[in-house]
T-cell receptor, first 111, second 113 residues
Framework: DAKTTQPNSMESNEEEPVHLPCNHSTISGTDYIHWYRQLPSQGPEYVIHGLTSNVNNRMASLAIAEDRKSSTLILHRATLRDAAVYYCIALTEGGADGLTFGKGTHLIIQP | DVKVTQSSRYLVKRTGEKVFLECVQDMDHENMFWYRQDPGLGLRLIYFSYDVKMKEKGDIPEGYSVSREKKERFSLILESASTNQTSMYLC????????????FGEGSWLTVV
């Protein structure tokens, strides 16, 4: 499993795009990159995941560097409800070992 | 939508009591997990199960046990609660083949006094 590094916190303004970075320099070829977020007083929720190509869904976009050593979660237009801790995880699919969550990035959204 | 339901949102128990935290999922997931979350320590995996009657230790199993008698239900048991087990407990589930697309419950806040 690859170690990931994220900034402790980031701040952005409402209705502006947010780019949340994640470094995973020891990632292997079979490691998927997953993003979760945790809103205050709630359990984490799945946001998006990818392997090599950029991915889009209704919540966010995931941009993966060509060498896969880093990735960026993009929230296209942040709202106050996007204020949360965002976790980046790089792991191989299969089996049943649970996810290991690091400290994540605390995203603050200013109105 | 996937639903992971934890039986109690808030509990207060006394030291030495036996505590049961129940979790039910409605998506026929093979994998189920119990985590605890403490300020500054993030989420830590206590136990997981990949099938009925199967269980595996996570990172911090000491002081806990689990039971999975039915596929949809995974119980966390504190045999003799202690104050250092005051925490938020999170149950989660996933399909075996997409094990990292995990669905979490809302959490159970346990205070041991």
């Amino acid at each position: 499993d690859a170690k990931t590094t994220q900034p402790n916190s980031m701040e952005s303004n409402e209705e502006e795009p947010v780019h949340l970075p994640c470094n995973h320099s020891t990632i292997s070829g079979t490691d998927y990159i997953h993003w979760y977020r945790q809103l205050p007083s709630q359990g984490p929720e799945y946001v998006i995941h990818g392997l090599t190509s950029n991915v889009n869904n209704r919540m966010a976009s995931l941009a993966i560097a060509e060498d896969r050593k880093s990735s960026t979660l993009i929230l296209h237009r942040a709202t106050l409800r996007d204020a949360a801790v965002y976790y980046c995880i790089a792991l191989t699919e299969g089996g049943a070992d649970g996810l290991t969550f690091g400290k994540g990035t605390h995203l603050i959204i200013q109105p | 939508d996937v639903k992971v339901t934890q039986s109690s949102r808030y509990l207060v128990k006394r030291t030495g009591e036996k505590v049961f935290l129940e979790c039910v999922q409605d998506m026929d997931h093979e994998n189920m997990f119990w985590y605890r979350q403490d300020p500054g320590l993030g989420l830590r995996l206590i136990y997981f199960s990949y099938d009925v009657k199967m269980k595996e230790k996570g990172d911090i199993p000491e002081g806990y046990s689990v039971s999975r008698e039915k596929k949809e239900r995974f119980s966390l048991i504190l045999e003799s609660a202690s104050t250092n087990q005051t925490s938020m407990y999170l149950c989660a589930s996933s399909f075996r083949q997409t094990r990292f697309t995990i669905y979490f419950g809302e959490g159970s806040w346990l205070t041991v006094v």
